[in-house]
């Protein structure tokens, strides 16, 4: 039973009689929709899950939230605690919705049982860094969404046994904007800095996974500060590409 729901944030309540909630974060220029392939995952029948639509994405564009870490985990806090069971859950977030799983988890440890994140090592205390990033990431975001045909797209996402549906592929063109784009990755220069200052905050058990080769493990410095952290490790992929958003919240049903 999906029960969509509507209140500072757009979200959609899936299994709410579940003993664990799931709370799955999606990426930049993003929506809910990206994990749609797990709605038909049998192994997450018995759990809750919440898909929200972060700020100024999906049903979520027109929300007034400014582009800062603190008003999204808030708002994501209160999410958990009126629809959560037990007011607890666990999180699963890739690319920026692993920025906000982390600062999330260092704000209000008492709403998050477990974390896994992949595609969030970046250090973006630097102003030049950000900036070129996001430069980088807009125009190639460009020429894979707008420049591309549709069934390009589809041909290489079948080799990612992965798959556009019609509402996430509207989502992505949607935010598709470089107001947007430049808001985030200052949101991340001026709350995440080099990362340093938000996971020494994080207690709850963390599961960082290398989101292929880019993501070098080696690469990997300020995640040994998780001191405060029960369970750590660093999960290298073997390929370069790999359809992450399918199977990795699986991780937080095992852990």
């Known amino acids: 039973m999906v029960e969509e729901n509507r209140s500072a944030i757009s979200f959609e309540s899936l299994n709410p009689r579940g003993s664990r ?118 125009f190639g975001a460009v020429l894979g969404m707008i420049l591309l045909p549709r069934s390009w797209l589809d041909a290489l996402l079948k080799k990612l046994d992965s798959e556009f549906n019609d509402e996430l592929y509207f989502n992505m063109r949607q935010s598709l904007r470089w107001d947007y784009t430049r808001g985030v990755f200052k949101m991340l220069r001026q709350d995440w800095g080099s990362g340093k200052d938000v996971c020494e905050k994080v207690a709850a058990r963390t599961l960082l996974i290398a989101a292929g080769r880019q993501d070098n493990v080696c690469t990997f410095s300020w995640p040994l500060i998780f001191t405060n952290a029960v369970f750590f490790s660093i999960v290298s992929c073997l390929s370069r590409y790999y359809n992450w958003t399918k199977y990795f919240p699986l991780a937080l049903c095992t852990s």
């Not at 100024?56 to 994501?76: E, V």
């Not at 595609?119 to 430069?135: F, I, K, M, N, P």
């Open 21 to 138: 909630t799931l709370l799955l974060l999606p990426g930049m220029y993003s929506s809910h929709h990206e994990f749609h392939l797990l709605l038909s995952t049998s192994h997450l029948l018995e759990y809750h899950l919440l898909l929200p639509d972060l700020p100024h994405q999906g049903r979520s564009a027109d929300t007034h939230s400014s582009f800062n870490l603190s008003s999204i985990a808030a708002l994501l806090a209160e999410l958990i605690s009126e629809n959560a069971r037990n007011g607890r859950a666990d999180v699963f977030g890739g690319d920026l919705g692993g920025y906000v799983a982390l600062y999330l988890a260092s704000r209000y440890p008492e709403l998050v049982s477990s974390i896994v994140v992949t595609g969030c090592e970046r250090d973006y205390s630097s102003r030049l860094s950000s900036t070129w990033t996001a430069v980088k990431t807009y």
